[in-house]
């Protein structure tokens, strides 16, 4: 604090030597005009050597001041505070007092009291205006008041008439009166300057404060502009106040003013903040799109607002779409071997049932009886011929349907109706415990039986990947059906005995890409697929190792069992 | 020519060796048949058939196993692999393991009657 006030203080002095010397020009203009004239009335009585002596010595003071002036003037036309402090111009003002007040006193006329007179009038006619002049700066005021009067003072009183005693005693007393004024001015001034110090201070401050706001927001808003997420911020009505690049992005225009439920309804909704992130349809720049919301009660300039975030999801839409349709592809790559052998299989028995009644006709040697039950066989094997395209036709199609309720129980069956038969080949055992009561779910049962048999391939292969044991078969896959009545989940388990995942690999089995099979056997992508297709239906899919090997879990949320009637 | 040829019919696909069987019996052959590999083996001992007709994806033993087996225990007995996979592949596999015959799925079994015939008679006993 002392050394503000020390700084402030030093301000004030530096201020008032400036203001001083503001009115340099007008003392040197007063100087070089009375100088001549009071030459000219002094010029009888006072010898000419001493006369133009002292009349040079006043007009080279006076050109002294004016280069002082001249030199310290700041040169960008600013008043304040180029013109810096000068402890020179009160040394040339005590220059000049002593040079009136000695040079009157020198050049004293006992014999012509009219230039007594005169001459005092002029001192103290000149005290008066650097008094007044002066006075801001008291150095400069005293140094000349003080050289200049008490010569010519002390020069009447040695003199010695009445009059003359008269004329020091009135010049004694205006100096005191000025002496006295100046301190008045120069205690204003000095407030005066202080005050504008600290005007001057604070709206610097201020300034300071301002720019400092104005880059902090700055900073936010480059921070809300770089994010990929639309940012909205909501007053009490529901209209949008803020919104960052990435909002009018996918608007495709700007919201600001606008109510956002005209472009994404659920904001109507009146539980709409309390509801957690979910995904809603907004009114983008390329149609209705899908949006993850996420609403956020905040205080925002003052008022009660919301915050709501959306992250357009058309893009990663499109992708899973595409990475499920790959996935089916592939998998259906994978199965499409199997697949033929299964389709040759009711074929053979076909062809060869139709040849051998056609042969045996030509020989006479069928009955109808015979004739009834080859065409009878034929006709079943078509059937399951057709139903192993049917499945084929499944897996090829890009599944947009709306989800449907439907018996988990029945996808188990259609996966395992894939691959049983390359199961039983392997010497894989399957077992499907019975799941009675077990509650319907909601979803897409193509899709579910696509993760089933992705998980039954796993299974499979971690099976056959195991080193051969003699006697009994390879191994067991187990496919097991319970209801989770605390969490009201249906829980689908696909257990394998194949030893199950390494501890370090099991928390990247969901990642894509991921693969612990040989180099061209597994995309890495089922995993992921089947992750997502199982997100997709609000459900988990997770995985364990289980005593002999790993085990996958899928839980979807359970539907109320639909209350039969009976007929 | 007293008693017809013994034909051992191994298929997993149980209606597969049912329509063959039914067919071979009428044009003169007799039948045993077997669902697995070592299943056929047990009736190749039992029965000593003159012909072995195989499928070559089986459990327990697939056919690639049950052919070079009955090839080193039974050479002079002629084999006909069949094959659903219907790939180059897998008929060079079956006649590496010592198959006569390859069949691809679906088997004309005229073709195949006349086959077996032709092996069974060819061979004398």
């Given amino acids: 604090v002392t050394a503000t006030l020390a700084l402030v203080d030093a301000e004030v002095e530096r201020r008032q030597s400036a203001a001083v010397l503001e009115h340099v020009p007008l003392v040197v203009g007063g100087l070089l005009l009375s100088t001549p004239p009071i030459v000219l009335v002094l010029r009888d009585a006072v010898p000419a050597g001493i006369l133009h002596v002292w009349g040079g010595l006043q007009i080279a003071i006076a050109v002294a001041m004016l280069g002082l002036y001249l030199s310290t003037r700041p040169r960008d036309g600013r008043r304040h505070p180029a013109h810096g402090p000068t402890p020179l111009f009160p040394a040339l003002n005590g220059l000049l007092g002593l040079s009136t007040g000695v040079?009157?006193?020198?050049?004293?006329?006992?014999?012509r009291p009219d230039l007594i007179v005169f001459m005092g009038g002029v001192l103290m006619v000149m005290a008066a205006i650097s008094a007044g002049i002066h006075a801001v700066h008291r150095p400069?005021?005293?140094?000349?008041?003080?050289?200049?009067?008490?010569?010519?003072?002390?020069?009447?009183?040695?003199d010695g008439g009445f009059y003359q005693m008269l004329l020091a005693v009135s010049a004694v007393i205006g100096l005191g009166f000025f002496l006295l004024t100046a301190r008045l001015v120069e205690r204003r001034t000095t407030d005066a300057f202080r005050l504008q110090i600290e005007h001057e201070r604070l709206l610097a401050d201020q300034n300071r404060r301002a720019d400092a706001l104005a880059a902090g927001e700055q900073r936010l808003r480059a921070v809300m502009n770089a994010v990929d997420d639309a940012i909205v911020v909501l007053d009490s009505r529901g209209r949008v106040v803020e919104q960052n690049q990435a909002a009018r992005k996918l608007a495709g225009d700007n919201l600001l003013g606008q109510p956002l439920a005209l472009r994404l309804p659920a904001a109507a909704q009146p539980d709409f903040a309390a509801t957690p992130a979910t995904e809603r349809s907004f009114m983008g720049a390329a149609g209705m799109q899908p949006v993850d919301v996420a609403a956020t009660p905040i205080q925002f300039a003052g008022e009660p607002g919301l915050m709501v975030v959306m992250r357009d999801l058309s893009e990663r839409k499109a992708q899973q779409a595409a990475m499920?349709?790959?996935?089916?592809?592939a998998s259906l790559g994978e199965i499409a071997t199997g697949l033929a052998h299964e389709i040759n299989q009711p074929l053979n028995i076909i062809r060869m049932a139709a040849d051998s009644t056609l042969l045996l006709l030509a020989d006479g040697n069928a009955d109808d009886d015979f004739i009834k039950s080859q065409l009878g066989l034929i006709s079943g094997q078509t059937v399951r011929t057709a139903k192993i395209i049917e499945h084929m036709r499944v897996f090829g199609r890009?599944?947009?349907?709306?989800?449907?309720?439907?018996?988990?129980?029945?996808?188990?069956?259609?996966?395992?109706?894939?691959?049983a038969q390359q199961l039983r080949v392997s010497d894989i055992d399957v077992e499907v415990p019975a799941a009675p009561d077990c509650p319907p779910v909601r979803g897409w049962p193509v899709r579910l039986?696509?993760?089933?048999?992705?998980?039954?391939?796993?299974?499979?292969?971690?099976?056959?990947?195991?080193?051969?044991?003699?006697?009994?078969?390879?191994?067991?896959?187990?496919?097991?059906?319970?209801?989770?009545?605390?969490?009201?989940?249906?829980?689908?388990?696909?257990?394998?005995?194949?030893?199950g995942i390494d501890p370090d690999q099991i928390g990247r089995v969901f990642d894509p890409f991921f693969t612990t099979k040989d180099a061209g056997q597994g995309t890495g992508l089922g995993l992921s697929i089947s992750y997502a297709i199982i997100a997709d239906m609000g459900g988990r899919l997770s995985?364990?190792?289980?005593?002999?090997?790993?085990?996958?879990?899928?839980?979807?949320?359970?539907?109320?069992?639909?209350r039969r009637t009976e007929p | 020519m007293s008693a017809p040829p013994c034909i051992l019919l191994v298929d997993d696909e149980p209606l597969a060796v049912h329509t063959m069987a039914r067919f071979l019996e009428r044009t003169g052959f007799r039948i045993v048949t077997a669902a697995d590999g070592i299943?056929?083996?047990?009736q190749?001992?039992?029965?000593?058939?003159?012909?072995?007709?195989?499928?070559?994806?089986?459990?327990?033993?697939?056919?690639?196993?049950?052919?070079?087996?009955?090839?080193?225990?039974?050479?002079?007995?002629?084999?006909?692999?069949?094959?659903?996979f219907g790939t180059d592949e897998a008929e060079r596999a079956a006649r590496q393991a010592g198959a006569d015959a390859v069949l691809r799925k679906p088997v004309a079994i005229g073709e195949l009657a006349l086959l077996l015939k032709n092996l069974t008679t060819r061979v004398p006993t």
Wanted: aromatic share 4%; charged share 20%; with cysteine.
């Fill in chain 1, 140 to 158: 400069a005021n005293l140094a000349f008041l003080l050289t200049a009067l008490p010569p010519y003072i002390l020069r009447l009183l040695l």
């Fill in chain 1, 543 to 562: 995985v364990a190792n289980g005593p002999d090997g790993a085990i996958f879990t899928i839980a979807l949320p359970a539907l109320a069992l639909a």
């Fill in chain 1, 398 to 419: 890009k599944d947009d349907a709306d989800a449907v309720t439907f018996a988990p129980m029945d996808c188990v069956q259609g996966a395992l109706g894939l691959v």
């Fill in chain 1, 103 to 111: 040079g009157f006193a020198v050049m004293y006329t006992p014999h």
């Fill in chain 2, 44 to 84: 190749c001992r039992r029965e000593n058939p003159a012909a072995l007709v195989t499928d070559l994806r089986m459990p327990r033993g697939g056919g690639l196993e049950l052919i070079a087996a009955a090839r080193r225990d039974w050479p002079a007995m002629p084999v006909i692999a069949m094959t659903g």
């Fill in chain 2, 39 to 42: 299943e056929a083996l047990e």
């Fill in chain 1, 324 to 329: 499920i349709q790959s996935s089916k592809l």
């Fill in chain 1, 449 to 499: 039986e696509q993760v089933l048999l992705n998980l039954l391939n796993n299974a499979r292969d971690a099976v056959l990947a195991r080193p051969l044991t003699f006697g009994g078969p390879l191994g067991t896959i187990r496919v097991a059906i319970r209801h989770d009545t605390a969490r009201n989940e249906v829980l689908i388990e696909v257990g394998d005995t194949g030893g």
